[in-house]
């Protein structure tokens, strides 16, 4: 009864907030969370096939909408989050593909180079 003498649930208040169910503010952080759940799939890649470009612009990007998100109006917390974790499991790619890098025995690494000119 408290809810309904002071106006409003606070169910009612998130569904109609500027960053609620209603708004595009809500949906595109929760189907950005794909890109979250399909990096956590490739630590099951192998290192060697993992795009580095790929990874680059995904962390660049995550970091980038992180700090956006916080300085737009409304602010977004949902896309924050979403995007931090796009940012942080590219850049733990990038950095499983600089340690096979450092890691790797100098003819193998010879042998990708020159395997990679040819094609």
């Given amino acids: 009864m408290a809810a309904a003498a002071g106006g409003t ?9 500027p960053v609620g169910p209603k708004t595009i503010h809500f949906w ?5 969370w794909g890109l979250v759940i ?12 993992i795009s580095v470009r790929q990874q680059v612009s995904l962390a660049a990007t995550g970091l980038i909408w992180t700090r956006w998100s916080t300085i737009i109006t409304p602010k977004n917390y949902s896309l924050a989050t979403v995007n931090f974790f796009v ?6 790619q990038l950095a ?7 890691d790797a025995p ?10 990679t000119t040819a094609a």
């Fill in 38 to 49: 399909a990096g956590l799939g490739d630590l099951a890649r192998p290192v060697d096939q």
């Fill in 106 to 115: 100098p003819a193998a690494a010879e042998t990708v180079a020159a395997a």
């Fill in 28 to 32: 595109a952080p929760a189907m950005k």
């Fill in 87 to 92: 940012g942080c499991t590219a850049a733990y």
């Fill in 96 to 102: 499983r593909v600089a340690l096979n890098k450092r």
């Fill in 9 to 17: 649930s606070a169910f009612h208040r998130f569904i109609n907030s």
